[in-house]
Nanobody
Framework: EVQVVESGGGLVQAGGSLRLSCVAS????????IGWFRQAPGAEREGVSC????????HYADTVKGRFTASIDNAKNTVYLQMNSLKPEDTAVYYC???????????????????WGQGTQVTVSS
């Protein structure tokens, strides 16, 4: 059984940083796309980033480009999302999603990823 678990969320002041982690059990990240999504209260879920080491590609939403960086540690089977210069509008539950193939197979932010985590809350105070 595949399980995806996010961690690293918390409360931070505007301008601060957080690093989220995504660990998957039951699979290795080789040949998979790992997406980060977020959903704020009352809003639709939106894609934040996608990374695929086997396909050497990383994608970012325009709203986070230049502030967020996704990286992958294949030895630890962990994907990180480094979030800098956080803004109150970044407040949301952040989800990690895993899907077989490159990020482009998922547009890269559609909802057809195979496995989803339960989410981790990120709150940015002004």
């Amino acid at each position: 059984e595949v399980q995806v678990v996010e961690s690293g969320g918390g409360l931070v002041q505007a301008g601060g940083s957080l690093r989220l982690s995504c660990v998957a059990s039951g699979l290795t990240f080789d040949d998979y796309a790992i997406g980060w999504f977020r959903q704020a209260p009352g809003a639709e879920r939106e894609g934040v980033s996608c990374i695929s080491s086997s396909y050497d590609s990383t994608h970012y939403a325009d709203t986070v480009k230049g502030r967020f960086t996704a990286s992958i540690d294949n030895a630890k089977n962990t994907v990180y999302l480094q979030m800098n210069s956080l803004k109150p509008e970044d407040t949301a539950v952040y989800y990690c999603a895993v899907g077989f193939g490159p990020c482009t197979d998922y547009d890269p932010f559609n909802d057809e990823y195979d496995y989803w985590g339960q989410g981790t809350q990120v709150t940015v105070s002004s």
